[in-house]
């Protein structure tokens, strides 16, 4: 597994130099299925798609990590921002729910302070 993800992160890199986000994207798809337990990927791979913005294609992505990750307060801080940032994009007033709904989930999740603090910061 490390040599196939180290090629697949190369992979990535190439694309992202040449803004081939999709691309990016997929290989990252590809790459939770080769270590299935590593958060990252999806958060990198949401993060690209909330770059474009492609909201739809980032909470999708947050939503394959929810049904892996259920009681991950790190996967529904994530979702939670980015149906925030949707909502603000639209003015959907399910999205201000479900970005509220998660935002909370995650607090409660949390079992530091410095977690807690992260998602008072709103860092992603």
């Known amino acids: 597994y490390p040599l196939a993800k180290r090629r697949l992160l190369d992979l990535v890199r190439f694309y992202r130099a040449r803004r081939e986000i999709d691309a990016a994207v997929r290989v990252y798809r590809k790459m939770t299925g080769v270590t299935p337990d590593d958060t990252s990927l999806y958060y990198q791979a949401a993060a690209l798609c909330m770059s474009k913005p492609d909201y739809d294609a980032a909470i999708g992505i947050l939503r394959d990590a929810l049904a892996r ?21 639209d003015h959907s007033a399910e999205d201000k729910r479900l970005a509220a709904s998660h935002l909370e989930k995650a607090l409660g999740l949390c079992t530091s302070d410095t977690q807690r603090r992260s998602i008072r910061l709103g860092a992603w």
């Not at 990750?69 to 994009?89: C, E, K, M, N, T």
Request: glycine share 4%.
């Open 69 to 89: 990750f259920p009681r991950d307060w790190a996967v529904h801080y994530r979702i939670g921002l980015a149906y925030s940032q949707r909502a603000a994009a």
